[in-house]
């Protein structure tokens, strides 16, 4: 009761403005005259000892200062900055996107994002060599024509769905139907793949090919979604815009920078069921730039954090980043139409061979490109002495074209025939490819008493193609380009009689006897030793009739800044989009850890 009665006089006590103001003077008061005893009438006494006090609190700031130092310090014994997970990596390259399905990727930025967002039977590894990706084990017959691939079982598309047997088998016979216009149908057409089980494929071959592991590192497409697609209508289905993979990343949306600037973004987002571990970074972003100018101006702008396909000579790369060069297995390589009227006579090859100062071409070209002067790349075939490329001589270069009845006429640079018909050639190309290697190829031949003429496609205009209107009718009498050799050593598509076609790689339609059985013979032996004896006697032939001249190996040059975590030293990459051959464990940022014992 007595504290129902204590509630009731406390909800009864009313406020007393007069006695609340009364209070508030008085501590008024109070306040003042403390204020004037403790602070005013004592700062004479302050300022007597002012020395002191600052003096102290000198002392106080250093112990402080100390204080912290100590404590950075000791953290350093402790702590250390590591890469971090999350974060987003933007990776500039060359364009266009025109496409995502890896069926038609052609562009450097095309080929980057296939390779993220699909997965393979095998891929290669950090040291150029095969590995598993979604096969587990292959077994071949004892005729070497069957092989027996078996896949994990715990990979699955983008959408859910496990990747199966029935994938493989789909994606073949889709490289192989002409509708479909795959650059990878002439590879595939005499290929049969059957489906054993649900998660195992054979493949039979019409004859043993000791290279034929290298060519499952193609990607696997989804049944599920494409089965129902007209093979005619493949390349312009809306999968090219927005693919379903099984790959390490998902496409989250291709974005189209406007109308004035046609550059366009895939940005992609982790796989977070991904078979191989969910990679470290949330998100990958692969930016399509025009030119190398444009791709130096996103990393001077921090519009990307990384960069391919670039040249630090011919391009100021911005301070602050980590650049360096990986050599591929890609040759460059001047190619002679034997079939041309002038460079039908090999005593005329032979002089363009002799004159060309390799070592001073590939100074011009810089990046510190490897040399290349045969149809393989060096250590490709070993344990064996292999024929070497006839060397630099001018002169005797000058006798061959004296010989075969060009001569320098009085007055006269360029060297002309009995008919008084200057020694002409056409040198085609790509724009901005290689212009450094066929500008220094014209000026050394200029030397000889050769006028070359290039003519240099963009292949970014659609309005030309170089493919249909200068390789396949081979309108050129010589071609700079690249020939990609892979990891394994098989040249037969670039020098078989077989593929000196409208269709095929030969592109100096190269017809050699000697040099279709070599390269026939070595496809079909799996013993190093003895492969090694067949490439051997096809260099022989090949720098006796030479249907072309070796610049130099290719390199990837890649910048990125120093916060992410990316390519490491000594990475070998038969080609550039091998560089993700460890992107799960890619960064982009950087934090303080604690140091583990």
Excluded: C
Aim: charge should be positive.
């Amino acid at each position: 009761m007595d504290e129902k009665r204590g509630w009731k006089t406390f909800h009864k006590l009313k406020f007393d403005k007069k006695a609340f103001a009364k209070r508030a003077r008085k501590a008024e008061s109070a306040t003042t005259r403390h204020a004037h005893k403790f602070v005013i009438q004592r700062l004479a006494t302050i300022r007597d000892i002012r020395q002191q006090i600052i003096l102290w609190l000198m002392i106080v700031g250093v112990l402080i200062a100390a204080a912290a130092t100590q404590m950075i310090w000791f953290q350093q014994s402790y702590k250390t900055e590591a890469s971090s997970g999350g974060g987003i990596y933007a990776e500039a390259a060359l364009g266009p996107i025109d496409t995502l399905n890896p069926l038609y990727a052609t562009s450097s930025a095309e080929r980057s994002a296939a390779q993220l967002i699909f997965s393979r039977l095998y891929d290669y590894d950090r040291t150029g060599h095969l590995r598993d990706d979604l096969a587990t084990s292959m077994k071949t017959d004892k005729t070497g024509r069957e092989y027996t691939v078996k896949l994990r079982e715990d990979a699955a598309w983008h959408d859910g769905r496990p990747v199966t047997a029935a994938d493989v088998v789909y994606t073949v016979e889709t490289m192989k139907n002409p509708d479909v216009r795959s650059v990878m149908r002439t590879s595939w057409l005499d290929i049969r793949a059957a489906e054993v089980d649900a998660y195992t494929v054979k493949f039979s071959l019409p004859a043993p090919h000791a290279a034929f592991p290298h060519a499952l590192t193609f990607a696997i497409l989804p049944k599920h979604i494409l089965a129902s697609v007209p093979a005619a209508s493949m390349r312009e289905n809306i999968f090219s815009l927005s693919p379903v993979g099984s790959g390490p990343f998902s496409l989250r949306l291709l974005q189209s920078n406007g109308v004035r600037d046609n550059r366009k973004i895939a940005h992609l987002n982790a796989w977070q069921d991904y078979y191989r571990g969910e990679p470290k970074l949330s998100r990958f972003e692969v930016h399509a730039y025009d030119d190398a100018e444009a791709i130096v101006r996103a990393l001077k702008t921090r519009d990307v954090n990384a960069a391919i396909d670039i040249n630090t000579v011919r391009h100021s790369v911005p301070d602050g980043l980590t650049v360096e060069s990986y050599p591929t297995n890609v040759g460059v390589y001047a190619l002679f139409n034997t079939s041309s009227s002038v460079l039908a006579d090999a005593s005329v090859r032979k002089a363009l061979q002799l004159s060309v100062d390799g070592a001073a071409l590939r100074k011009a070209v810089g990046n510190d490109v490897p040399a290349l002067d045969g149809p393989f790349l060096k250590g490709q075939i070993e344990d064996i002495p292999l024929p070497q490329a006839p060397g630099f001589n001018l002169k005797k270069a000058e006798q061959l074209l004296d010989k075969a009845g060009w001569k320098r006429r009085v007055g006269s640079e360029i060297r002309t025939n009995k008919r008084n018909i200057p020694l002409k050639l056409q040198l085609k190309m790509v724009k901005d490819r290689y212009d450094v290697a066929a500008n220094n190829l014209v000026k050394q031949w200029k030397q000889l008493g050769v006028d070359v003429v290039v003519t240099r496609f963009d292949a970014s205009d659609g309005s030309q193609s170089f493919a249909r209107s200068v390789l396949q009718p081979r309108d050129y009498d010589i071609l700079v380009t690249r020939l990609d050799i892979g990891a394994d050593p098989d040249v037969f598509a670039y020098w078989h009689s077989s593929q000196a076609n409208t269709t095929g790689l030969n592109l100096s339609n190269y017809r050699n006897a000697v040099s279709d059985d070599a390269l026939l013979s070595a496809r079909l032996r799996s013993e190093p030793a003895l492969r090694a004896q067949k490439y051997r006697a096809f260099m022989k032939r090949w720098y006796a009739d030479v249907p072309a001249v070796g610049l130099y190996q290719s390199v990837s040059v890649y910048a990125h800044n120093k916060m992410t975590e990316s390519l490491k030293p000594g990475q070998v990459m038969p080609s550039s989009v091998d560089r993700y051959s460890n992107v799960i464990y890619w960064t982009a940022e950087k934090a303080s850890v604690y140091k583990t014992p």
